[in-house]
């Protein structure tokens, strides 16, 4: 970012003709039949760009255009060829933006700062992107983004910056493919669509009695916070304003549904691939169950569908013979902060005459509702 440009690069492999032709053109784009699903929709995701300039240019595969607006009303759509080389061949693709003349220095500087709200965890879920590298020189500034895949489950983004600033955040990521075969085409905006994922991405932070932070929920990029403490990624159908999910969608209820269900199985995962002991993995894992006046609008479902699905599974740690570990339904389990009250009422009697267990007493960080 400069003063009075935008330059994007990357080195994947470049643009096809297929995807130029689809940018000369309006509700047009080559994301067909899908297996995993994708960002945007519509056919106008490259058009925004229009809004900050009046020429943007494309270097890429050998193709070298630009769109001129100041060419007519033909300018949005129809490319002109650009015969100044492109240089650097590091890169497979090169995208310029220079900026409208009209934007004032406080709009560039205000459109600089927005690249500062591009978070790690958008590395997440873009299968193919590894790193981001913004560069500002507006302030002088550099910050980079890498994700290592650990193992299949465990996602490490580590954020540098050249202000000496460095972040490490490890996530568990659980994903589960879902069957779209039997929904119609009307379920999804009219796209043909094989199968979709979703994914619920927890950040491995060690379990206290200070609740995560929220985490917005991703259809690939991030759209906005609705309360959950994991973050929750799934192809849904959104506006072109990507700022919510689109609530009378069937196809979007659809994918809500199966929330409940992956994090309930997202118990096992904490205790085998986190390399936390069990009781620590049993009580970092309860901090993200949702409270039933958490979450918001349209996932606001979620939480009392969780609860309900945590109700049968043998998910709180109670203490065993020689305080092992065991694992008992909630309505097995008695909290219990009174010593001289667990002297009374032993935990032997407890679970002898009644069927009952105390919670272990180094789960102080269980959530109590």
């Given at each position: 970012?400069?003063?009075?440009?935008?330059?994007?690069?990357?080195?994947?492999?470049?643009?096809?003709?297929?995807?130029?032709?689809?940018?000369?053109?309006?509700?047009?784009?080559?994301?067909?039949?899908?297996?995993?699903?994708?960002?945007?929709?519509?056919?106008?995701?490259?058009?925004?760009?229009?809004?900050?300039?009046?020429?943007?240019?494309?270097?890429?595969?050998?193709?070298?255009?630009?769109?001129?607006?100041?060419?007519?009303?033909?300018?949005?759509?129809?490319?002109?060829?650009?015969?100044?080389?492109?240089?650097d061949c590091s890169w497979k693709t090169k995208i310029v933006l220079p900026l409208k003349e009209e934007i004032t220095s406080n709009q560039t500087r205000s459109l600089a700062a927005r690249f500062d709200d591009i978070h790690p965890s958008l590395l997440l879920f873009l299968h193919r992107l590894k790193s981001i590298t913004v560069e500002n020189q507006l302030d002088n500034s550099l910050t980079t983004m890498r994700r290592n895949d650990v193992t299949d489950s465990i996602i490490q983004i580590h954020c540098g910056s050249s202000s000496g600033q460095d972040r490490l955040d490890s996530w568990l990521v659980i994903k589960k493919k879902?069957?779209?075969?039997?929904?119609?085409?009307?379920?999804?905006?009219?796209?043909?669509?094989?199968?979709?994922?979703?994914?619920?991405?927890?950040?491995?932070?060690?379990?206290?009695?200070?609740?995560?932070?929220?985490?917005?929920?991703?259809?690939?990029?991030?759209?906005?916070?609705?309360?959950?403490?994991?973050?929750?990624?799934?192809?849904?159908?959104?506006?072109?304003s990507r700022e919510d999910v689109d609530r009378d969608s069937s196809w979007n209820q659809w994918i809500r549904n199966e929330i409940p269900k992956l994090?309930?199985?997202?118990?096992?995962?904490?205790?085998?691939?986190?390399?936390?002991?069990?009781?620590?993995?049993?009580?970092?894992?309860l901090q993200f169950v949702p409270h039933t006046d958490e979450l918001l609008d349209f996932f606001r479902p979620v939480a009392s569908q969780i609860l309900a699905?945590?109700?049968?599974?043998?998910?709180?740690?109670?203490?065993?013979?020689?305080?092992?570990?065991?694992?008992?339904?909630?309505?097995?389990?008695?909290?219990?902060?009174?010593?001289?009250?667990?002297?009374?009422?032993?935990?032997?009697?407890?679970?002898?005459q009644l069927n009952f267990y105390y919670l272990h007493k180094k789960s102080r960080t269980v959530p109590e509702s």
């Open positions: 970012m400069s003063a009075d440009c935008i330059t994007l690069m990357n080195n994947e492999r470049g643009f096809e003709e297929k995807n130029i032709r689809a940018l000369c053109d309006v509700g047009r784009s080559t994301k067909g039949k899908h297996k995993y699903g994708y960002i945007g929709q519509k056919g106008i995701g490259f058009k925004s760009v229009f809004r900050i300039t009046n020429c943007p240019e494309i270097y890429s595969n050998g193709y070298q255009i630009k769109f001129d607006v100041s060419s007519g009303p033909m300018g949005f759509i129809l490319p002109h060829w650009i015969e100044d080389d492109f240089i879902l069957d779209a075969s039997r929904i119609s085409l009307q379920a999804k905006s009219g796209v043909d669509v094989e199968s979709t994922e979703i994914a619920l991405a927890f950040p491995l932070v060690k379990a206290s009695h200070v609740p995560p932070s929220r985490q917005p929920v991703f259809a690939f990029l991030p759209l906005r916070s609705y309360g959950f403490r994991f973050i929750v990624q799934g192809d849904f159908d959104v506006p072109s994090f309930v199985q997202a118990i096992k995962d904490f205790c085998e691939n986190t390399g936390l002991s069990r009781l620590d993995a049993v009580c970092t894992y699905l945590m109700k049968g599974k043998e998910c709180m740690p109670v203490a065993g013979e020689d305080d092992t570990i065991l694992m008992k339904l909630p309505c097995q389990t008695v909290i219990c902060h009174d010593p001289l009250m667990r002297e009374i009422v032993s935990p032997e009697f407890l679970a002898s």
